[in-house]
């Protein structure tokens, strides 16, 4: 039986033929071409909006959260690799019952238990797109997930037990997506010092004039 040269040729002819229809009724190819690159996700398609992992945190911090200026037991020793030894948070000091606040304003995106421990998260606000989440624990959740805080509202309290500390501590966490970060780097100058700034005696010199100075 003899081959039909022509059923051969066919299928290679198809993409000229398709480019001469588009041309013949009109279609710009630069305007379709974008239609595929959206399609497999590239310069025509969606992009993310997350910022590099190396973005610096902003200062949005307003309240450490536990006490006025607890103790750092242990700092934040961010691992080498994803699956490494290190410290994921910074752990505080501060006794059983003691009340825990949120360090910034934002929204309780979590708050219940995690292998067996208390855990509460709160995403806060104008931090980006995913935006930062800070996570305490071991706690006695006081608000429900959904709700709105403020800076320095009590979210939890200290649980007795769960801690990895030797003594009572808080566990504090800051992540962006699955990037952890330094939560110390929330904090402002003035809330990371010991103390207010403070005018002392000037040793030696009237009182009227130290007045006197502009």
């Known amino acids: 039986m003899r081959e039909d040269r022509s059923m051969r ?3 290679a002819l198809l993409p000229a033929l398709t480019v001469a229809l588009m041309v013949a009724a009109g279609v710009s ?29 902003p200062a ?35 006794a059983p019952g003691a009340p825990v606040r949120a360090v910034a304003p934002g929204r309780i995106s979590f ?6 421990r208390g855990v509460v998260s709160v995403e806060l606000n ?51 997506a699955d990037t952890y970060l330094d939560p110390l780097s929330l904090l402002p100058p003035w809330l990371l010092g010991r103390g207010p700034s403070r005018l002392l005696p000037v040793i030696g010199v009237p009182e009227s004039e130290v007045r006197a100075v502009p």
């Open 126 to 176: 104008g931090t980006g797109d995913p935006p930062l989440r800070t996570t305490y624990e071991p706690v006695r959740p006081t608000a429900k997930k959904g709700a709105e805080v403020t800076a320095g509202e009590v979210i939890g309290v200290l649980e007795p037990t769960g801690s990895h500390c030797p003594a009572s501590c808080l566990h504090w966490g800051l992540r962006r």
């Open 9 to 11: 040729t066919w299928p």
């Open 60 to 94: 949005v911090g307003r309240a450490w959260p536990v006490g006025l200026r607890p103790s750092v037991i242990r700092g934040w020793e961010p691992p080498a690799t994803t699956y490494g030894r290190g410290h994921r948070g910074v752990d505080l000091t501060a």
């Open 29 to 57: 190819l630069g305007a379709a071409l974008p239609v595929a690159t959206a399609l497999d996700g590239g310069p025509g398609g969606s992009s993310s909006t997350a910022p590099p992992a190396d973005t610096p945190v």
């Open 111 to 116: 708050a219940g238990r995690v292998a067996g």
